[in-house]
Each structure stands twice: as structure tokens, then as C-alpha cells.
T-cell receptor, first 115, second 113 residues
């Protein structure tokens, strides 16, 4: 069965430090991959997406992610974290049709930013 | 452009009550789905639909019912609410083909007491 693993439940970083959130997936075919962010009490905001092509994907708010087929990973990175980045981050894989259909989500990583 | 609209935003139910969570989209997307979000478990797919008249079960369908009579609407019904259904519910829509992400509603926070 398809699955998405986010091994880090909580991560704390200092403001200005770099960030990497891990995501591993298990899926037989080429996956469609997404990162979403959720602030407390809010809905989901798409950070970036990967469908094919260049394996380094740029997103909003200065985030990027790299698709590594050999490692079945799609890790999210940011060079310098801002206090406003504190939120919960979800990795997801799309399993049907063209892209964002029938998503399987990871369990999320809660990011805390220390000032 | 409204996108995906969910109503209500908040709801408290008593055990055994029934209710319908509404979801409407104005983007003419074929695919619509319902997820529930629980702490530490991410979002899990409840039911989905690939077009009017076609629905299928996701990962956690028990206790929920759906129908899709129009392209725009995809209501989620709780026939007899249970405390285990306390959760935040998200509706999403996508074109069935083409490389695009899912568009999510703002969520419905449901508490069953």
C-alpha cells in the first residue's frame, strides 16, 4: 500500500537557521508530490508540488524541495527560517489521475521557531 | 472566484444525531474528496468522487455517506454521530486530468459529545 512517512513529529529551530523537513514515500510508480503548510486553526496552503522534470522544486515563502527517486524522498528545505514559519507541515503523494487526486498524507511535522 | 466552500465552519453534535457537511466548488472540477484530520494522524481520505453519480470509499469510510448529484456539490453525511467522529473535515477538488494540485476548503471543525 502507498504510504508517506514524516519521521520527525516535532522540530525546533532558531530564527535564521536553516531547515530541512524529511519526507519518504512508498509508491510503485512515479509519484506526484506535494508539501502543504497549516497554521493553527487554519486550512491547508500549498507550498510546492512536483510532477516531473527538474527534481529541485521552488515554492512559495522561500521553500524548496528535492525529489530523489533513489531514496524515495521529497525533503523540504529553507535556508533561513522566519518566526512566521512556525506551523505544521504535511507531505503528500497523489495517487490518481493527473495530480492532486486521492492524496495520501504523512502525519505531519510541527515546526517551532525560537527567537 | 470562491473556490471550495465548506459549511458550517463549526458544529457540535450529540451522539446519535445526524448531520450533513456541505461542500461546493465553482471550478467545474470532476474530482472531489473528503478528508478528516486528527492530531498525529495527518489527513485521511474518507470518500471521493470522480464525477457526478460516481463515488468510492477511501481509507476511513465507516460511519460516513456521500452522494454526488451535481459536479459542484459533494455533501458528507454522518448518519449517527459518534465521539470518534470528532475531527476537522476538509473537502477538496481537482481536475481529474492535468497536473494540478488539490484545492481545499477551509475546513469544518466537528465535535461530537
Amino acid at each position: 500500500a502507498q504510504s508517506v512517512t514524516q519521521p520527525d513529529i516535532h522540530i525546533t529551530v532558531s530564527e535564521g537557521a536553516s531547515l530541512e523537513l524529511r519526507c519518504n514515500y512508498s509508491y510503485g510508480a512515479t509519484p506526484y508530490l506535494f508539501w502543504y503548510v497549516q497554521s493553527p486553526g487554519q486550512g491547508l496552503q500549498l507550498l510546492l508540488k512536483y510532477f516531473s522534470g527538474d527534481t529541485l522544486v521552488q515554492g512559495i515563502k522561500g521553500f524548496e524541495a528535492e525529489f530523489k527517486r533513489s531514496q524515495s524522498s521529497f525533503n523540504l528545505r529553507k535556508p533561513s527560517v522566519h518566526w512566521s514559519d512556525a506551523a505544521e507541515y504535511f507531505c503528500a503523494v497523489g495517487l490518481l489521475g493527473g495530480g492532486g487526486n486521492k492524496l495520501t498524507f504523512g502525519t505531519g511535522t510541527q515546526l517551532k521557531v525560537e527567537l | 472566484n470562491a473556490g471550495v466552500t465548506q459549511t458550517p465552519k463549526f458544529q457540535v453534535l450529540k451522539t446519535g444525531q445526524s448531520m450533513t457537511l456541505q461542500c461546493a466548488q465553482d471550478m467545474n472540477h470532476e474530482y472531489m474528496s473528503w478528508y478528516r484530520q486528527d492530531p498525529g494522524m495527518g489527513l485521511r481520505l474518507i470518500h471521493y468522487s470522480v464525477g457526478a453519480g460516481i463515488t468510492d470509499q477511501g481509507e476511513v469510510p465507516n460511519g460516513y455517506n456521500v452522494s454526488r448529484s451535481t459536479t459542484e456539490d459533494f455533501p458528507l453525511r454522518l448518519l449517527s454521530a459518534a465521539p470518534s467522529q470528532t475531527s476537522v473535515y476538509f473537502c477538496a477538488s481537482t481536475p481529474l486530468t492535468g497536473r494540478t494540485e488539490a484545492f481545499f476548503g477551509q475546513g469544518t471543525r466537528l465535535t461530537v459529545v
